[in-house]
């Protein structure tokens, strides 16, 4: 039987697994999709992600292709997901797809959605935001947004090395902020995303709000293509991958 690509959208909790690329002692969510489907399949499987989430943060809607022989429906595929996946991951849909797509290099753009919090949070809100007990000045973040937006030169946004010569230019298409009662949601899309890109710039919009920062003080981190310990990468339990654009 012919090998099928098969594309694959899936969900999770990224709060018990190490990331989402593959890691050496299997504790990544990478990791456990290959078990699983090794295991369905009954020969070895590699999935390719449409890029990396840090250990920690949550995917609404991660993307993965992998090449194999099912000789039953989608439908049954997702069956045998659910009987042998963790309840921290789901898959939400599989089907077959043309030969050469690629779920990393054929992806246009991503969506992530960070949550913060005001005050307190009930035990079922707390895994999945950012609590900040100080009050955000939700204008100043917006104004600070306004900055960020745009094609511009993201290196003081990541946690790379200096000596590394990753292309840094990204194109920040979409950065919001919205508040609702205490929760504070902040939408970032972009045609790609650096290194703890997404988590710097809502540190940089926390540090604003909080008044540690001015929207000068932004403009300058950004020009300066430099990063500095007043960039403060937030908390990878409040983010979440909400869609992959193809």
Partial sequence: MTRQRWRCECAYDGGGFAGWQSQPGGTAIQDVIEVCLSKI???PIRIQGSGRTDA???ARAQVFHFDGEW?????????AFRFRLPETI?????????ADFHARFDAKGKRYDYHVHLGD?????RPYCWINYKPLEIGAMRAAAE??????DFRALTALNGGERENTVRDLRRLEVRRRGRAVQITAEADGFLYKMARSAVGLLVAVGEGK??????RRILESTVRIP?????PAHGLFLTKVYY
Avoid at 71 to 79: G, Y
Avoid at 121 to 125: L, Q, R, S
Avoid at 230 to 234: G, I, P, Q, S
Wanted: glycine share 6%; aromatic share 2%.
């Fill in 71 to 79: 000789r039953h429906s989608s439908e049954k595929l997702l069956a």
């Fill in 213 to 218: 920062l001015t929207v000068g003080d932004v």
């Fill in 90 to 98: 789901q898959i939400k849909s599989a089907r077959p797809t043309a």
């Fill in 121 to 125: 949070a009930d035990p079922f809100t």
């Fill in 41 to 43: 399949l009954e020969e």
């Fill in 147 to 152: 900055v960020l937006r745009g094609r511009h």
């Fill in 56 to 58: 920690g943060v949550h």
């Fill in 230 to 234: 007043a960039v403060l990468t937030a």
